[in-house]
């Protein structure tokens, strides 16, 4: 029972970066158009919030990093 809602809470947090890259295109594809200060200033406002919703929630999501960091640590330690 504990695998489904584990399960279920990943998909959710799947579903959810999906959505939010998906606003970050279309906030992106906007800002190509014509648009009026006021519109463009709201698209950066949300844009913004979007991606830091979206690193949160990928952060959350997958807690572990892969980087030169990582890398390092595991050659050193060899």
């Known amino acids: 029972m504990k695998d489904i809602v584990s399960t279920m809470a990943i998909d959710e947090k799947l579903a959810g970066i999906r959505a939010r890259a998906g606003n970050i295109r279309r906030y992106r594809r906007l800002l190509k ?46």
Not at 54 to 70: I, K, N
Request: negative net charge; charged residues 30%.
């Open 33 to 78: 158009t014509e648009l009026t200060d006021l519109e463009r200033n709201f698209i950066l406002k949300r844009l913004c919030e979007e991606e830091t919703a979206l690193t949160e929630l990928t952060e959350e999501t997958f807690p572990f990093h892969l980087g030169p960091r990582a890398h390092n640590a595991w050659v050193t330690s060899i």
